[in-house]
């Protein structure tokens, strides 16, 4: 908060601004005949929403606040806001629990250290107290504007921290010794000796390129965790804060045992959660019965819980049981001698799976471990629980789960209670008179069970819920009624009626119907059936069939009434195929049957995909695609080697035409052996119609139509125009998206057919900093923008520009240079090292950065990307937040600052 007016007027806005500041910092409630609405302050119990969860300062900052040292508005902290002297020496006063001390009449401060009046009273016994010097204060006043509104800087809030805790003579006695930060010079001479004790104490640390920046302005979240980490150097108490060992914990509610008396908090959705040796968040989960931890409360509710120590204060003692007596007395045997233990109403009594029991349920013999916590005088047992003892039942009950790997299986008894028990291969698994596996058993399923000895002797299916079979189709009875299939494993048969209109999968048929399954005795359909209650099958997904595939079959005659179709193979073997409706079909012509039957004349050529005697799949062949092997200019013939192997030898004709993205009237002489190409056919199959050669180049997007399905591009220079209508288009993570998603200035692999676009993938950037090389030169590590780290491999090639430069390897670069990083077409690993200038913030212009410059010549002005990533350490800022003065590293790529480093 910056305040800015003369020493004697203030406005009716300039008193609101200063009011709200109160709030923000806790002040106490001020009337004022200026004072415009304010915001009530944030309760704790609620948190902050500008403070994530992750984000660095959240222990410290919910840790105060819950402590009543600072507080929130409007359900915002403002960690990034900058904290003036006025408000820093309050929150310090408070850190010292030193409220009770403040005066209650008019203070008054010294000449030129001047405040707003409610932070008089603060200064005042900070002054009295030695937090502040006040002849060292008064000598450094700005008559510019009045002490308390002057930003805190980080030597400045040390000088008051180390006089907080005490430790002035420590410091006074370090005057003379240099700290290790690069700037040390920089540091005050007075407040020298004051940051080498900040130092060593741990309560502060450097910024980046080690360096202390003394006179940088401190943040709210940075102070809170000064005065956090500062707290392990005092002795003050906080009415609020309790420490002693969790006594139970739950969703709702946490007992903490202290000094002899046990008090009870409330636990909400809000309550945060750490240890003392982290600043990471832990959940409640991990917050353990019998561990220390401090509880600091709001109007009974935890408003923040830290571990202080994860050691569980409790012994665990094995004894074999005895007998009880009267009054809360347990006997154990222990070597053949009796132990007695009393236990109290409170203690738990568990069995071996964890399920509480009444202490009369033990059985003489079985072997108990007791648990007996260790901080209080009276040792008292918390806990008795069954380690074993066999199990012999009977009952019913529901299947829960089955674990094939473990052989164990759960099941919740008639009382709702859950039991895991195993199986071995004596078990008996059935439903009604069909012996079962247990992969067929299936959770929902209502059962008998009975176990000798803790193991399954068996489990009876009295209720079925949903299972599922594999095995091979045998046959589909012609009504419609029955299916016959062998289960996997297996040679007999099985038969099981159809439910009516049961669901069929069949990957490639559009509505399958049981007319396309196919039976067999040998080769069927590899199925997997879903069987339910009723033990009717209601689903059928056929997981595998034996196709076959003929390509460029010739046609010998086409039946159009019978749909029967007489090919010769490539062996010259008569082949009968039928067509159906379900059939797909593909030809230059189009892909339904009356589009298709016209070209199903005596000689062409077919590729189909079979069942028997069934296609499933039929093209005409209208295109081959391969590469070229020879150009045969006397003879007018090409030859194209296919992926499957085969050479096809295609005439062409004075007619030819040839496709070659960014060469328009291409020819015949532009095409090599090697190139790879789609061949059109004319539409009887006997000349080569056009010719397509395939290419993949990498494209800048200038911009995007996506009403005409059009995009505009360039590379090396070169504008284009690309039709993205017959194209996939993918994320740079593989994911499908739509032309509008293309962004100016994004990168892109484009796949052509001639000058057709197939395929259009954006190419992935990473934009970050180099934070390690590997010795080998094929690997480097970076941080992004996101804070993710990565490993980058670089052993298919790389290129390394810096200053226009090009390096062939990863030595020109160095940890902490910034980079772009992609992959070119050919995946090669272009690696482009960002410009960097060290400035002076001016101000911001719409989507301009202004800086201030050194020379006349100096260029001041930059844009910047959307999403610049503007930090302070580890203290990820806004762009706005920058002021004017503020020391800033630039990084630029390719002219725009993506990166704002505040120094």
């Known amino acids: 908060m910056v305040l800015r007016h003369s020493k004697h007027v203030h406005s009716k806005k300039v008193v609101s601004a200063v009011m709200a500041g109160l709030l923000a910092f806790g002040g106490a409630s001020v009337v004022s ?386 039991e895991t028990f195993k199986w071995d291969d004596a078990t008996v698994l059935r439903y009604q008179n069909q012996l079962l596996s247990p992969a067929e058993l299936k959770a929902g399923s209502a059962v008998n069970y009975s176990v000798q000895n803790s193991i399954l002797q068996s489990v009876e299916v009295t209720q ?23 289960r996997n494993g297996s040679t007999q048969l099985e038969t099981k009626f159809l439910a009516n209109k049961p669901e069929i999968v069949l990957s490639g048929v559009v509505n399958p119907a049981l007319s396309d399954l196919l039976a067999d005795d040998v080769s069927g359909d590899q199925v997997i059936l879903t069987i339910d209650g009723e033990e009717q099958v209601t689903k059928i997904e056929v997981t595998g069939r034996q196709m076959e595939q003929l390509d460029a079959a010739t046609i010998v005659s086409y039946d159009a009434k019978t749909r029967w179709l007489t090919v010769r193979d490539t062996n010259n073997q008569p082949r009968v195929i039928i067509l159906d409706d379900k059939t797909k079909l593909e030809s230059s012509m189009g892909t339904t049957l009356d589009r298709v039957e016209p070209l199903l004349g005596a000689g062409r050529k077919v590729s189909v995909t079979l069942v028997g005697t069934r296609a499933l799949s039929l093209e005409v062949v209208y295109k081959v695609e391969g590469t070229i092997s020879a150009i045969h200019t006397g003879n007018r013939v090409i030859s194209i080697l296919t992926a499957g192997g085969k050479v096809e030898e295609i005439p062409y004709n004075n007619n030819l035409l040839v496709e070659l993205f960014g060469k328009s009237n291409a020819t015949l002489s532009d095409v090599r052996v090697g190139d790879s190409v789609t061949a059109q056919l004319s539409v009887n199959q006997d ?60 990168l892109v692999n484009v796949d052509l057919q001639g000058t057709t676009a197939v395929r259009i993938a954006e190419v992935k950037l990473t934009l970050g900093e180099v934070t390690a090389l590997d010795a080998s030169g094929t690997n480097l590590m970076v941080k992004d923008y996101s804070g993710v780290s990565q490993s980058v491999n670089v052993s298919a090639g790389v290129r390394v520009t810096r200053n226009g430069s090009t390096a062939p390897n990863l030595s020109t670069l160095s940890p902490g240079d910034r980079v772009e990083i992609r992959k070119d077409i050919q995946g090669v690993t272009i690696i482009h090292v960002m410009d960097k200038l060290e400035r002076s913030f001016w101000r911001l212009d719409n989507a301009e950065l202004h800086v201030k410059r050194r020379s006349v010549n100096d260029q001041y002005r930059f844009p910047y990307a959307d999403k610049v990533f503007v930090h302070q350490g580890d203290t990820t800022l806004s762009v706005q937040s920058l002021q004017d003065n503020d020391n800033i590293v630039l990084y630029l790529n390719h002219g725009v600052v993506v990166e704002i480093v505040k120094q």
């Open 464 to 486: 079925n819920v949903d299972r599922t079979v594999q095995g091979m189709l045998y046959s589909v009875e012609a009504n419609g009624r029955t299916i016959t299939y062998k």
């Open 687 to 746: 000349y080569l119609h056009s010719l397509k050669l395939n290419s993949s180049a990498q494209f800048e997007v200038v911009f995007t139509e996506p009403s005409k399905n059009r995009m505009r591009v360039k590379a090396n220079g070169t504008t284009s125009d690309i039709f993205t209508d017959k194209a996939t288009l993918v994320g740079e993570s593989g994911q499908a998206i739509v032309l509008a998603d293309l962004r100016p200035g994004t």
């Open 33 to 418: 005949a200026d004072e415009t609405t304010v915001a009530a302050t944030q309760s704790v119990a609620s948190g902050f929403s500008d403070v994530n969860t992750g984000y660095w300062g959240e222990k410290y900052i919910y840790k105060l606040a819950a402590q009543g040292i600072v507080t929130g508005n409007n359900g915002k902290f403002r960690p990034n806001d900058p904290v003036t002297q006025e408000e820093a020496v309050t929150m310090a006063i408070r850190f010292l629990s030193m409220q009770d001390q403040l005066s209650s009449g008019a203070a008054t401060l010294p000449t030129n250290i001047e405040t707003n009046t409610y932070f008089k009273p603060y200064v005042a016994l900070a002054l009295q107290r030695n937090l502040l010097d006040s002849e060292k204060e008064a000598s450094q006043a700005d008559s510019q504007q009045i002490w308390g509104a002057k930003k805190a800087t980080r030597e400045w809030i040390t000088e008051v921290l180390i006089r907080s805790i005490g430790r002035t003579a420590d410091a006074e006695a370090a005057g003379n010794q240099a700290t290790s930060f690069a700037d040390n010079a920089q540091i005050s001479p007075d407040r020298l000796g004051f940051v080498k004790v900040a130092i060593d104490l741990g309560l502060t640390q450097g910024v980046n390129g080690n360096r202390f920046d003394p006179q940088g302005a401190v943040t709210r979240a940075q102070l809170a965790t000064f005065l956090s980490r500062a707290q392990a150097y005092i002795d003050t108490n906080y009415a609020n804060q309790h420490e002693g060992v969790i006594m139970s914990v739950d969703n709702e509610s946490l007992q903490l045992y202290v000094d002899g008396k046990v008090n009870t908090y409330k636990l909400n959705g809000a309550t945060p959660y750490f240890t003392s040796d982290s600043e990471a968040r832990i959940s409640l989960a991990d917050v353990k019965p019998y561990t220390k931890a401090i509880v600091v409360e709001s109007n009974g509710t935890a408003a923040y819980v830290e571990i202080t120590d994860q050691t569980e204060h409790v012994e665990r003692l094995e004894r074999t049981y005895a007998r009880l007596s009267p009054n809360y007395v347990i006997w154990l045997d222990v070597n053949n001698t009796f132990e007695e233990l009393t236990y109290d109403a409170n203690t738990i009594f568990l069995d071996q799976n964890g399920r509480q029991i009444e202490a009369s349920a033990l059985v003489e013999g079985s072997l108990l471990v007791i648990e007996r916590e260790t901080f209080s005088p009276q040792k008292r047992i918390v806990s008795i629980r069954v380690k074993s003892g066999l199990v012999n039942k009977t009952a019913s009950g529901v299947l829960q789960s089955v674990d094939t790997v473990n052989k164990t299986m759960t099941l919740k008894d008639s009382t709702g209670y859950e």
